[in-house]
């Protein structure tokens, strides 16, 4: 358990003192859901560079850049520790395909909801059984409903702690990060994709939109796969 004091103490510590206390506190429970991002790159050169007992995974939807599997594999070699992927249910798919069609989540809200519960949703339940910390590259500037998120909070659905070291981060400072820490990144941030999903559901955005405005651009929406709704 994380007591009020502990938490208290969380919020005030900068990314890398969280993580290390959390990392000692739960030496076999704390995992880290990366997708490769700008911010998740951040904090996957935090764990792995300074060593901590945290599992590092990522989940293949299918539908992925091939952007992703390059930095993946680069991260691997540079780190010299692997990132564990997980995979959607392959008769999941071959249902929501074979009845739905390739692409049906241009279709309706409902459609592309589906598919990400098929593709992320529930490979990362199964990522997240035994787990007791769950930490996360969220920001509050990333989003609408991400403004009300806290730095450590109870996830009651899945029954363990929700660590968001960078929520109070702004996009400057992680970038910044990255430049200090010579941290390898997505090319696709070089051309205009900030927040990169699935291939299909991801495009470049314009100077002063919203990071999220590029994810299931066609639709108007909180820009949310299900992941985070809490």
């Known amino acids: 358990m994380i007591s009020q004091e502990e938490a208290d103490i969380l919020k005030r510590l900068s990314a890398e003192e969280g993580l290390k206390l ?9 995992v880290f859901s990366t997708s490769l ?5 951040v904090i996957t050169d935090i764990i792995f560079r300074n060593q901590l007992p945290i599992k590092v995974f990522t989940l293949d939807t299918g539908r992925l850049f091939p952007e992703h599997y390059e930095l993946l594999a680069q991260n691997n070699a540079r780190y010299k520790r692997k990132t564990e992927v997980y995979f959607p249910e392959s008769s999941d798919v071959e249902q929501y395909v074979n009845e739905k069609g390739i692409n049906a989540f241009y279709h309706s809200v409902e459609n592309r909801k589906e598919c990400c519960f098929i593709r992320k949703v529930k490979p990362l339940n199964r990522a997240l059984e035994h787990a007791e910390v769950w930490i996360t590259g969220l920001r509050a500037e990333q989003s609408e409903n991400r403004e009300h998120m806290q730095v450590i909070e109870w996830d009651e659905e899945r029954r363990l702690y929700k660590y968001n070291p960078l929520m109070h981060w702004s996009y400057p400072q992680v970038l910044d990060y990255l430049a200090e820490y010579k941290v390898q990144e997505l090319s696709l941030h070089q051309k205009g994709f900030i927040s990169v999903g699935c291939q299909p559901c991801s495009r470049a955005i314009a100077e002063g939109e919203n990071p999220r405005a590029g994810r299931w651009w066609w639709e108007s929406s909180q820009k949310e796969c299900g992941l985070h709704t809490h």
Do not use: I, N, Y
């Open 22 to 30: 959390l990392s000692s506190k739960f030496p076999q429970g704390a």
């Open 37 to 41: 991002g700008q911010e998740d790159q």
